[in-house]
Protein backbone atom coordinates (compact mmCIF):
# COMPACT_ATOMS: atom_id res chain seq x y z
CA UNK A 1 0.00 0.00 0.00
CA UNK A 2 0.99 3.92 -0.28
CA UNK A 3 1.55 4.00 3.43
CA UNK A 4 3.90 0.84 3.56
CA UNK A 5 6.02 2.48 0.70
CA UNK A 6 5.71 6.09 2.64
CA UNK A 7 6.65 3.82 5.77
CA UNK A 8 9.71 2.87 4.73
CA UNK A 9 11.85 5.83 4.23
CA UNK A 10 12.67 5.56 8.13
CA UNK A 11 11.69 8.74 8.99
CA UNK A 12 9.26 10.12 11.52
CA UNK A 13 7.46 12.67 9.44
CA UNK A 14 6.42 11.91 5.80
CA UNK A 15 6.73 15.08 3.54
CA UNK A 16 4.43 16.07 0.27
CA UNK A 17 7.72 16.00 -1.60
CA UNK A 18 8.05 11.93 -0.58
CA UNK A 19 4.28 11.30 -1.48
CA UNK A 20 4.28 12.73 -4.69
CA UNK A 21 8.14 10.91 -5.33
CA UNK A 22 6.52 7.82 -4.94
CA UNK A 23 2.90 8.53 -7.07
CA UNK A 24 5.18 9.77 -9.31
CA UNK A 25 3.10 13.14 -9.88
CA UNK A 26 4.17 16.58 -9.95
CA UNK A 27 3.44 19.37 -7.28
CA UNK A 28 0.77 21.81 -8.06
CA UNK A 29 3.39 24.92 -8.25
CA UNK A 30 4.79 22.69 -11.22
CA UNK A 31 1.38 22.57 -12.35
CA UNK A 32 0.80 26.61 -12.36
CA UNK A 33 3.86 27.55 -13.69
CA UNK A 34 3.58 25.69 -16.32
CA UNK A 35 0.63 27.32 -17.11
CA UNK A 36 2.25 30.20 -16.38
CA UNK A 37 4.60 29.67 -19.38
CA UNK A 38 1.51 29.16 -21.43
CA UNK A 39 -0.22 32.27 -20.06
CA UNK A 40 2.84 34.50 -20.59
CA UNK A 41 4.09 32.94 -23.71
CA UNK A 42 7.48 32.17 -22.77
CA UNK A 43 8.23 28.90 -24.24
CA UNK A 44 11.96 28.45 -22.52
CA UNK A 45 10.26 28.04 -18.30
CA UNK A 46 7.86 25.47 -20.07
CA UNK A 47 10.50 23.82 -21.82
CA UNK A 48 12.66 23.80 -18.71
CA UNK A 49 10.15 22.47 -16.62
CA UNK A 50 9.38 19.42 -18.28
CA UNK A 51 13.25 18.20 -18.72
CA UNK A 52 12.93 18.94 -14.65
CA UNK A 53 10.00 16.84 -14.08
CA UNK A 54 11.96 13.46 -16.74
CA UNK A 55 15.00 14.07 -14.80
CA UNK A 56 13.28 13.51 -11.52
CA UNK A 57 10.99 10.71 -12.32
CA UNK A 58 7.94 12.08 -12.68
CA UNK A 59 5.20 10.77 -15.21
CA UNK A 60 4.93 12.96 -17.78
CA UNK A 61 1.40 11.50 -18.44
CA UNK A 62 0.22 12.40 -14.63
CA UNK A 63 1.82 15.68 -14.84
CA UNK A 64 -0.11 16.37 -18.03
CA UNK A 65 -3.54 15.31 -16.82
CA UNK A 66 -2.63 17.51 -14.21
CA UNK A 67 -2.01 20.35 -16.37
CA UNK A 68 -5.50 19.90 -18.11
CA UNK A 69 -7.88 19.46 -14.49
CA UNK A 70 -6.11 22.91 -14.26
CA UNK A 71 -6.81 24.60 -17.31
CA UNK A 72 -10.06 23.28 -17.09
CA UNK A 73 -10.50 25.35 -14.02
CA UNK A 74 -9.14 28.26 -15.87
CA UNK A 75 -11.83 27.85 -18.50
CA UNK A 76 -14.39 27.53 -15.58
CA UNK A 77 -13.26 30.69 -14.38
CA UNK A 78 -12.81 32.45 -17.80
CA UNK A 79 -16.30 31.70 -18.67
CA UNK A 80 -18.19 32.35 -15.73
CA UNK A 81 -16.14 34.17 -13.00
CA UNK A 82 -17.77 31.83 -10.41
CA UNK A 83 -15.31 30.80 -7.92
CA UNK A 84 -18.02 28.35 -6.38
CA UNK A 85 -17.56 26.17 -9.26
CA UNK A 86 -14.13 25.09 -7.94
CA UNK A 87 -14.43 24.00 -4.53
CA UNK A 88 -12.41 21.09 -4.64
CA UNK A 89 -9.03 23.75 -5.26
CA UNK A 90 -7.52 25.29 -2.70
CA UNK A 91 -8.30 29.25 -2.44
CA UNK A 92 -4.88 30.16 -2.97
CA UNK A 93 -5.17 28.16 -6.21
CA UNK A 94 -8.47 29.05 -7.48
CA UNK A 95 -6.97 32.95 -6.69
CA UNK A 96 -3.94 32.03 -9.22
CA UNK A 97 -6.31 30.49 -11.65
CA UNK A 98 -8.39 33.59 -11.74
CA UNK A 99 -5.51 35.92 -12.79
CA UNK A 100 -3.95 33.51 -15.58
CA UNK A 101 -7.85 33.57 -16.88
CA UNK A 102 -7.29 37.53 -17.55
CA UNK A 103 -3.92 36.95 -19.32
CA UNK A 104 -5.31 33.89 -21.58
CA UNK A 105 -8.21 34.51 -23.94
CA UNK A 106 -11.02 31.95 -24.57
CA UNK A 107 -9.72 30.51 -28.04
CA UNK A 108 -6.14 29.90 -26.18
CA UNK A 109 -7.71 28.19 -23.21
CA UNK A 110 -9.81 26.13 -25.46
CA UNK A 111 -6.93 25.36 -27.91
CA UNK A 112 -4.42 24.43 -24.66
CA UNK A 113 -7.09 22.27 -23.59
CA UNK A 114 -7.37 20.15 -26.91
CA UNK A 115 -3.76 20.21 -27.15
CA UNK A 116 -2.85 18.56 -23.57
CA UNK A 117 -5.35 16.30 -23.80
CA UNK A 118 -4.06 14.89 -27.39
CA UNK A 119 -0.51 14.53 -25.22
CA UNK A 120 -1.81 12.49 -22.67
CA UNK A 121 -2.31 9.52 -25.18
CA UNK A 122 0.81 10.37 -27.10
CA UNK A 123 2.99 9.93 -24.00
CA UNK A 124 3.70 6.20 -24.37
CA UNK A 125 7.38 6.02 -24.14
CA UNK A 126 9.65 6.03 -27.76
CA UNK A 127 13.15 7.57 -27.89
CA UNK A 128 12.07 11.54 -26.85
CA UNK A 129 9.45 10.61 -24.53
CA UNK A 130 8.47 14.43 -23.90
CA UNK A 131 8.41 15.67 -27.65
CA UNK A 132 4.94 15.14 -27.52
CA UNK A 133 3.99 17.54 -24.48
CA UNK A 134 6.61 19.90 -25.73
CA UNK A 135 5.00 20.24 -28.72
CA UNK A 136 1.70 20.88 -27.47
CA UNK A 137 3.26 23.44 -25.07
CA UNK A 138 4.56 25.17 -28.49
CA UNK A 139 2.04 24.81 -30.40
CA UNK A 140 -0.34 26.28 -27.41
CA UNK A 141 1.35 29.50 -26.99
CA UNK A 142 2.33 29.67 -30.75
CA UNK A 143 -0.67 28.49 -32.31
CA UNK A 144 -1.26 26.70 -35.53
CA UNK A 145 0.39 27.46 -38.40
CA UNK A 146 -2.16 27.87 -41.96
CA UNK A 147 -0.25 25.60 -44.26
CA UNK A 148 0.39 27.14 -47.61
CA UNK A 149 0.08 24.38 -50.41
CA UNK A 150 -1.75 26.15 -53.57
CA UNK A 151 1.36 26.13 -55.62
CA UNK A 152 2.57 22.73 -55.07
CA UNK A 153 -0.84 21.66 -55.90
CA UNK A 154 -0.88 23.81 -59.32
CA UNK A 155 2.26 22.04 -59.88
CA UNK A 156 0.93 18.56 -60.31
CA UNK A 157 -1.99 19.64 -61.85
CA UNK A 158 0.01 21.11 -64.51
CA UNK A 159 1.85 17.89 -65.04
CA UNK A 160 -1.17 16.08 -64.89
CA UNK A 161 -3.03 18.42 -67.41
CA UNK A 162 -3.98 17.28 -71.30
CA UNK A 163 -1.67 18.67 -73.82
CA UNK A 164 -3.17 21.94 -75.51
CA UNK A 165 -3.26 22.76 -78.69
CA UNK A 166 -1.05 25.33 -80.16
CA UNK A 167 -2.21 28.49 -80.76
CA UNK A 168 -1.72 30.14 -84.35
CA UNK A 169 1.70 31.85 -84.88
CA UNK A 170 1.32 35.61 -84.83
CA UNK A 171 1.51 37.75 -87.34
CA UNK A 172 5.13 38.57 -88.35
CA UNK A 173 6.46 42.34 -87.83
CA UNK A 174 9.76 43.95 -88.45
CA UNK A 175 11.72 43.32 -85.41
CA UNK A 176 12.61 45.77 -83.77
CA UNK A 177 16.11 47.24 -82.37
CA UNK A 178 15.20 46.58 -78.62
CA UNK A 179 13.64 43.22 -79.39
CA UNK A 180 14.79 40.06 -76.47
CA UNK A 181 14.94 36.78 -75.82
CA UNK A 182 13.08 35.95 -73.54
CA UNK A 183 13.73 32.78 -71.40
CA UNK A 184 11.77 29.51 -71.24
CA UNK A 185 10.46 29.07 -67.77
CA UNK A 186 11.66 25.76 -66.60
CA UNK A 187 10.00 22.86 -65.98
CA UNK A 188 8.29 21.27 -62.96
CA UNK A 189 9.95 17.82 -61.25
CA UNK A 190 8.12 14.97 -62.57
CA UNK A 191 7.91 11.79 -60.74
CA UNK A 192 10.45 10.81 -62.97
CA UNK A 193 12.92 13.44 -61.71
CA UNK A 194 12.53 12.23 -58.24
CA UNK A 195 13.02 8.32 -59.12
CA UNK A 196 16.22 9.10 -60.86
CA UNK A 197 18.09 11.66 -58.22
CA UNK A 198 20.62 8.88 -56.31
CA UNK A 199 20.31 8.65 -52.98
CA UNK A 200 23.70 9.04 -50.52
CA UNK A 201 22.86 6.13 -47.96
CA UNK A 202 26.31 6.50 -46.18
CA UNK A 203 25.88 9.86 -45.63
CA UNK A 204 22.02 9.36 -44.00
CA UNK A 205 24.08 6.81 -41.65
CA UNK A 206 26.85 9.21 -40.94
CA UNK A 207 24.11 12.16 -40.09
CA UNK A 208 21.71 9.79 -38.02
CA UNK A 209 24.91 9.11 -35.82
CA UNK A 210 25.37 12.37 -35.44
CA UNK A 211 22.02 13.21 -34.86
CA UNK A 212 22.28 14.15 -30.85
CA UNK A 213 24.97 16.34 -32.01
CA UNK A 214 23.46 17.99 -35.09
CA UNK A 215 20.40 18.89 -32.54
CA UNK A 216 22.72 20.34 -30.01
CA UNK A 217 24.23 22.50 -32.70
CA UNK A 218 20.80 23.95 -33.76
CA UNK A 219 19.64 24.40 -30.01
CA UNK A 220 22.58 26.31 -29.84
CA UNK A 221 22.94 28.67 -32.65
CA UNK A 222 18.97 28.46 -33.41
CA UNK A 223 16.90 27.80 -30.20
CA UNK A 224 14.79 25.56 -28.06
CA UNK A 225 11.86 25.43 -30.41
CA UNK A 226 13.98 24.35 -33.53
CA UNK A 227 15.26 22.25 -31.91
CA UNK A 228 12.32 20.42 -30.47
CA UNK A 229 10.25 20.44 -34.14
CA UNK A 230 13.87 18.10 -35.19
CA UNK A 231 12.59 15.61 -32.89
CA UNK A 232 9.74 15.08 -35.37
CA UNK A 233 11.72 14.39 -38.49
CA UNK A 234 10.90 11.05 -39.50
CA UNK A 235 12.75 10.41 -42.69
CA UNK A 236 16.00 11.70 -44.08
CA UNK A 237 17.03 11.65 -47.94
CA UNK A 238 20.31 12.75 -48.84
CA UNK A 239 21.38 13.67 -52.09
CA UNK A 240 24.60 15.29 -53.80
CA UNK A 241 23.60 18.72 -52.81
CA UNK A 242 20.78 18.53 -51.05
CA UNK A 243 19.05 17.49 -47.89
CA UNK A 244 15.22 16.12 -47.38
CA UNK A 245 13.66 15.72 -43.83
CA UNK A 246 10.21 14.46 -43.70
CA UNK A 247 8.11 15.03 -40.36
CA UNK A 248 4.99 12.95 -41.36
CA UNK A 249 1.53 14.81 -40.42
CA UNK A 250 3.73 17.56 -38.20
CA UNK A 251 2.78 20.41 -40.23
CA UNK A 252 3.64 22.87 -37.44
CA UNK A 253 7.30 21.51 -36.74
CA UNK A 254 7.62 21.30 -40.77
CA UNK A 255 6.68 24.94 -41.04
CA UNK A 256 9.44 26.02 -37.97
CA UNK A 257 12.17 24.93 -39.53
CA UNK A 258 11.45 25.73 -42.99
CA UNK A 259 10.76 29.72 -42.03
CA UNK A 260 13.57 31.68 -43.88
CA UNK A 261 14.92 32.77 -40.31
CA UNK A 262 16.08 29.01 -39.56
CA UNK A 263 16.05 27.27 -42.86
CA UNK A 264 19.50 28.24 -43.65
CA UNK A 265 21.61 27.96 -40.35
CA UNK A 266 19.96 24.20 -40.35
CA UNK A 267 20.98 23.44 -44.09
CA UNK A 268 24.70 25.43 -43.02
CA UNK A 269 24.86 22.91 -39.91
CA UNK A 270 23.86 20.05 -42.22
CA UNK A 271 27.02 21.36 -44.58
CA UNK A 272 29.60 21.08 -41.76
CA UNK A 273 28.31 17.75 -40.65
CA UNK A 274 28.23 16.04 -44.17
CA UNK A 275 31.60 17.70 -45.08
CA UNK A 276 29.73 19.08 -48.18
CA UNK A 277 27.76 22.39 -49.08
CA UNK A 278 23.61 20.91 -49.40
CA UNK A 279 20.31 22.67 -49.14
CA UNK A 280 17.40 21.44 -47.25
CA UNK A 281 13.92 21.37 -47.73
CA UNK A 282 10.83 20.32 -45.51
CA UNK A 283 8.38 17.90 -46.37
CA UNK A 284 5.24 16.17 -45.11
CA UNK A 285 4.66 12.64 -45.15
CA UNK A 286 6.78 9.46 -43.82
CA UNK A 287 8.97 9.05 -46.47
CA UNK A 288 11.55 12.08 -47.81
CA UNK A 289 12.10 12.18 -51.51
CA UNK A 290 14.86 14.35 -53.55
CA UNK A 291 13.84 15.43 -57.26
CA UNK A 292 16.25 16.03 -59.70
CA UNK A 293 15.53 19.84 -59.26
CA UNK A 294 16.75 19.76 -55.52
CA UNK A 295 20.15 21.84 -55.30
CA UNK A 296 20.08 22.54 -58.97
CA UNK A 297 21.26 25.83 -60.31
CA UNK A 298 18.27 27.69 -62.62
CA UNK A 299 20.11 30.26 -64.99
CA UNK A 300 17.52 32.79 -66.95
CA UNK A 301 18.90 35.89 -68.87
CA UNK A 302 18.84 39.19 -67.17
CA UNK A 303 15.80 40.46 -69.33
CA UNK A 304 13.31 38.62 -67.92
CA UNK A 305 10.19 40.65 -67.01
CA UNK A 306 10.29 39.32 -63.58
CA UNK A 307 10.48 36.27 -61.27
CA UNK A 308 8.91 33.46 -63.19
CA UNK A 309 6.24 31.62 -60.41
CA UNK A 310 8.14 27.95 -61.31
CA UNK A 311 11.34 29.37 -60.66
CA UNK A 312 10.37 30.77 -57.35
CA UNK A 313 8.69 27.65 -56.51
CA UNK A 314 12.64 25.93 -57.19
CA UNK A 315 13.74 29.09 -55.16
CA UNK A 316 11.58 28.88 -52.05
CA UNK A 317 10.69 25.17 -51.86
CA UNK A 318 13.42 23.09 -53.60
CA UNK A 319 16.55 25.23 -52.00
CA UNK A 320 17.58 26.12 -55.95
CA UNK A 321 19.36 29.63 -56.57
CA UNK A 322 19.47 32.10 -59.45
CA UNK A 323 22.60 32.71 -61.28
CA UNK A 324 23.11 35.80 -64.28
CA UNK A 325 23.78 34.65 -67.79
CA UNK A 326 26.12 37.37 -69.13
CA UNK A 327 26.61 37.75 -72.39
Known amino acids: SLLDQMTSYDTDIISLAQVQQVLGSAGSESVAAFVDAVANRQIAPGLTLIQQLLHSGASLQEFTTQVVDYLRGVMLLEMTGDPSLL ?79 AAAPPATRPAADNDKPTAAPPQPATDADVASVPLDEDAVRRLQSRWNEFLGQVKQRCGFKQEAALRAVRDIAIGEQAVSFAFGKNKFAREMISSAETLTPVAEILSQILGRSVSLTCQVGDSATLSASAGRVIRETTDADGPDPLVQYAVDELGASVVEDKK
Open 87 to 165: TDQPTDVVAQMAQQAKQLDRGQILYAIKRFSEAIGELKGGLQPQLPLELALIESIQGTVTQVQTVVQTVVQTDAAPAQP
